[in-house]
């Protein structure tokens, strides 16, 4: 292959540089009018009545919206996951609250004005009257009898449980030479994209049409569930993604804005535009990971673990149409992860609280699960003196086991956990860093190295959804002068999964790059297709491209072998020539097999072969399992990217403020399509693992307020805070692509979580230091300090 394999260079990198993208708030139209949105300032409140009069009459405003007319005039948002079908509780979600709001941020009304000043002016003269009632803002407290009901109709607060055993626990413990215990938590997070949520809504009366700009993910399910929120054909609605100024996973619709700003467009019958504050991005944009876990496991001399318990308590706020809450499932999915541990016993509670719901962030749960077996990991390393990369090595899936069966159901497709610690290991200097830490201890400094695991699942597919499928379309097309349009039902949130498709193209096709053009984030132009999340769109998209343009090639072929008098099995094409395999100056070039294709459809290289050079192909990802019924299992990810983390921190005893001196990963993402996006990619995921680690939680005291909601308060990792990050591939392929491609979207995010905690611990190898608790801010990591100087059991 010329192209898969090589760092080329985003496609679209000149005009993002040069200031030339198009984003949402770009888009100005004649008419245009501007929304904003009233949200509860109470985490719980009943709304007895709501009086706009004043608002409606502020000089330039068109229209105020209230929950009323929404119920009446409009659907509720359709729900992404089948809650039903998964044993979950649902909820009927309206673009605005009806006659309750169930967490601070959640949109009660909305004015439409002639400009954004007139709309948030009005906000203010919006008189609601609200009846305050009890919240609950704790997971644990929420499953407790008698604890305040989100949704009084469910009559618990438990919106979907599992419990899995597998193999005998009970006799692992009994026969165990040792046990660990304890509780572990991830903290409150979310994304925070350079570019918040936003939209713009047209409609055409007389066309009975509605053009839809988002700053969207999944442009096709959207318009989708636009049509049956708004009671239109989906064929009336045309959703277009311009640039997207990051994505994240929270960008998946639908949101309660996104239904409510197209309204709005069709019934002022003006074009309506709404740009979310930053302040409503914390507030309502979607959160994630706030779990907590219990552990046990049971251990032999050698450490081997023969046996775990594992309890995952998930606060997913209140419940909505968002896939959010299905992180909460990924997370107990995926457990144990990486390891082959005979005998368990997993349990889930995915547990709802009058907070922000979860939306989809990148990692989606998988991050926690590392993060519990990480902390396992090191804890039975720290019992049995056993060094924590050996009690890995034990534990580790062997290579020669894939496609591996765990608890949940889940098919492990591939991988080398060994090979990929080892590499990671050799790379930090494992071996010699006992030295460096003695020198650093004679110079006063307290250094020390730490370990993170990572098991990153990507394709999601569920059944009954309009949105996470394991499917996806790409339609290739040579033009008469042999120039190639792609376009693919994937979108890029800024991520470069256009070039990688593009790069797959032009090796199937065997054109050169430069006469490929990617086209994305239209509905009307791009076949149907499924998006931008769980990594899918080299691993899917990719893939449909590969068909569509081999597809494309073979036609070709054949023209060339009449043109060439060869065979089309003697042929090769590549640089934008075709060549008799051999002979190489016995060759046609792509273009004059496109001129001959096009202006002699009726000429004798054209005999029994059909007009045009157009394919559309669509690829179904296998290892799947949809029917467990017949097939003994329920599956939702095809792909399964692994990697491994080694860090050296520096750590202020006196202070508790960590500094991150190097960090080096070795990834597995199968076939990578081009490791220069791959590695920018994982550049990023890194970043966010390490805010998530270090710095990043969403506060709320007891009575479910927020107490973040700027950046002053809510701390992200900038240049200065990043260590320069040295990456290493290992490339084991998955059987269920064509290209062996397994995806690295959202790769990075989970290995800085134990790495981090596994670091800072061996910073100070005299304490016994446990670190439970993210994000490690310099006063949790002081206070754990001096806990283990008094000798204070971890709780």
Same mark, same amino acid.
């Given at each position: ?214 700053? $969207?993910?999944?442009?096709? !399910? @959207?318009?989708? =569930? *636009? &049509?049956?929120? /708004?009671?239109? %054909?989906?064929?009336? +609605? ?15 619709? $639908?949101?309660?804005?996104? !239904? @409510?700003?197209? =309204? *709005? &467009?069709?019934? /002022?019958?003006? %074009?309506?535009?709404? +740009? ?36 995952? +308590? ?482």
């Amino acid at each position: 292959m010329t192209y898969v394999g090589q760092g080329v260079p985003s496609l679209t990198n000149t005009k993002l540089v040069a200031g030339r993208g198009r984003f949402v708030d770009d888009i100005q139209l004649p008419g245009m009018t501007h929304a904003a949105v009233l949200r509860s300032p109470f985490a719980h409140a009943r709304i007895r009545s709501i009086d706009v009069s004043a608002a409606q009459a502020l000089p330039g405003v068109l229209y105020v919206l209230t929950g009323r007319e929404v119920a009446g005039a409009m659907n509720p948002i359709p729900e992404t996951y089948d809650t039903a079908a998964v044993g979950a509780k649902g909820v009927r979600w309206y673009a605005l609250c009806v006659d309750r709001a169930r967490y601070v941020g959640e949109a009660v009304a909305a004015v439409v004005a002639e400009d954004r000043f007139a709309a948030y002016a009005a906000l203010d003269l919006i008189d609601v009257d609200y009846e305050e009632l009890p919240v609950v803002a704790d997971s644990e407290r929420a499953m407790e009898d008698g604890a305040p009901l989100v949704e009084p109709d469910w009559g618990d607060n438990i919106m979907a449980s599992r419990d899995i055993v597998l193999g005998d626990p009970d006799a692992a413990f009994a026969d165990a030479d040792g046990t660990v215990s304890g509780v572990v938590r991830s903290a409150r997070i979310t994304g925070t994209a350079i570019e918040p949520r936003g939209c713009v809504a047209v409609y055409d009366a007389y066309e009975d049409t509605l053009t839809f700009w988002d700053s $969207t993910q999944n442009p096709h !399910p @959207l318009r989708n =569930y *636009l &049509a049956e929120t /708004l009671g239109m %054909p989906d064929t009336s +609605i045309r959703v277009v993604q311009p640039h997207v100024g990051g994505g994240f996973g929270l960008k998946i619709p $639908t949101f309660q804005e996104e !239904p @409510l700003v197209a =309204y *709005l &467009a069709r019934k /002022l019958r003006r %074009p309506v535009k709404w +740009i979310e504050e930053r302040s409503e991005n914390f507030w309502t944009g979607g959160h994630a990971r706030d779990t907590r876990f219990h552990y046990d496991a049971a251990y032999l001399a050698d450490g081997t673990v023969t046996g775990i318990r594992l309890k995952v +308590i998930a606060d997913v706020g209140a419940p909505t149409a968002l896939c959010g809450w299905g992180m909460s499932f990924v997370t107990w999915y995926c457990l144990p992860c990486v390891y082959k541990i005979p005998n368990s016993e997993t349990r889930l509670r995915s547990v709802v609280t009058n907070k922000c719901p979860w939306n989809a962030y990148r990692g989606y749960g998988k991050d926690a699960a590392s993060f519990l077996m990480d902390r396992i990991m090191d804890h039975i390393a720290r019992e049995t003196g056993i060094d924590r990369a050996e009690v890995r090595f034990r534990n580790f899936i062997p290579p020669d086991e894939f496609p591996y069966p765990q608890v949940s159901g889940a098919m492990l497709d591939s991988g080398d956990y060994a090979k990929a610690l080892q590499t990671v290991l050799e790379m930090i200097d494992y071996e010699g860093f006992s030295a460096l830490q003695e020198q650093a201890r004679a110079e006063g400094r307290r250094i020390g190295l730490g370990i993170g695991q990572e098991l990153i699942p990507e394709g999601c597919s569920m059944p009954g959804s309009l949105l996470l499928n394991g499917c996806d379309g790409t339609e290739v097309r040579v033009s008469p002068t042999g120039e190639v349009t792609v376009l693919t039902g994937v979108t890029s949130p800024g991520s470069g999964n256009e070039t990688g498709i593009a790069q797959i193209v032009a090796d199937a096709l065997g054109c050169t790059l430069d006469r490929i053009r990617v086209v994305q984030g239209d509905t009307e132009a791009c076949p149907w297709g499924f998006g931008n999340y769980s990594a899918r769109s080299v691993i899917i998209g990719g893939s449909a491209a590969h068909l569509a343009a081999t597809e494309g090639k073979e036609k070709m072929l054949k023209v060339a072998a009449n043109m060439l008098e060869a065979s089309p099995t003697d042929l090769e094409a590549s640089g934008g020539r075709i060549v008799v395999r051999g002979t190489p100056d016995r060759s046609v070039t792509h273009d004059e097999v496109a001129h001959e294709v096009y202006r002699n459809p009726h000429g004798p290289n054209m005999e029994g072969i059909e007009p045009a050079l157009e394919a559309q192909r669509h690829f179904k990802i296998d290892n799947v399992y949809h029917q467990p019924e017949k097939q003994g299992r329920f599956s939702a990810y095809p792909s399964w990217p692994n990697g491994v983390a080694a860090c050296i921190v520096e750590v202020d005893e006196e202070t508790g403020y960590v500094e991150v001196l190097r960090y080096c990963m070795v990834h597995d993402a199968g076939r990578i399509v081009n490791p220069l996006l791959a590695e920018a990619n994982l550049q990023g995921g890194i970043a966010q693992g390490l805010g998530a680690a270090l710095y990043e939680q969403i506060a709320y005291d007891d009575d479910a307020q927020p107490l973040t909601a700027t950046f002053m308060d809510y701390t992200i990792p900038t240049a200065m805070e990043v260590p320069e990050i040295e990456l290493g591939h290992q490339e084991t392929l998955t059987p269920f692509t064509p290209l062996g491609t397994k995806g690295v979207g959202e790769s990075g995010v989970g290995a800085p979580l134990g790495a981090l905690c596994s670091a800072i611990e061996n910073a100070l190898p005299e304490l016994d230091l446990r670190l439970t608790e993210l994000p490690l801010t310099p006063s949790r990591v002081w206070a754990a300090i001096q806990r283990a100087r008094e000798g204070v059991p971890v709780g």
